[in-house]
């Protein structure tokens, strides 16, 4: 299979190679350890093959042929690429935030168990909600959504084209104070759920001294814990739609603070 482009236009692809690589490695899902890197550099360079042709009029003929004129514009893509599929991975850290919330509240802080993704130990919960988040993101189409702001990256920040401009940096912080904000709308019901089990918990205990409260207390919490989670499933869904629908509107806003 002849490649698309000559030898003379290769530090033009390496440029869009690494966008989508550095894009690729950093989203949910296909960046995370458990796929094989063969499947992973298979997708980028298909990608990347695909994606050439369209993007290249634009670029090509400008990009020096000096490894010193087009390294620096290589790390700015590799930043542009993972700047758009970290902005996807922090929603899923947001959920992953939302677990450790309420495996604390319900006890289960020590019931752990190691992420094959990160290889860290994380709560029950914290997983049954990330692997929620990926059905979610997969359920929605929007892994459509990221490839097409791939797609859209070009026409918007060609290579050689990525400023670091003064709103990039309250993006940022914008988007991390969206993890805690997401975290606590979703883990919001369980908490209040416990809160007031052991406002219960507290009122009984003065009221029957001879009864054991820690020993009804914990199995009560857990219960009642899963059951509002269960019952807040529909809710949390729609939290996560919402949150993964907004992609577009931070794509856009990226795309604007990096050029």
Known sequence: MPLPFDFAQF????LVLARVGAIVAAMPLLGERTVPRQVRAALILMLALLLFPMVAGGFADRVPQSPLGWVPALALEVLLGGAI??????????????????????????????????RLQVPIVGQFLTVLSFLTFLAINAHHVLIGALVKSFEWIPPMGVTVGAGFADLVVDLTFQVFRLGLQIAAPVVAAILLVNV?????????????????????????????????????????????????????????SLR
Do not use: C, K, N
């Open 11 to 14: 530090p033009a692809f390496l």
């Open 200 to 256: 219960g918990m507290g009122i009984m205990a003065r009221a029957v001294p001879q009864m054991h409260v820690m020993i009804v207390a914990m199995p009560l919490t857990i219960a009642i814990g899963f059951l509002v989670l269960g019952l807040s499933l529909p809710y949390v869904s729609g939290v996560m739609t919402h949150a993964y629908g907004g992609l577009d509107d931070t794509f856009a806003r990226l795309m604007t």
């Open 85 to 118: 599929g970290y902005s996807v991975r922090l929603i899923t850290a947001a959920f992953e935030f939302a677990g450790e919330i309420t495996g604390y509240v319900l006890g289960l802080s020590l019931a752990q168990a190691v992420d094959p993704q990160t």
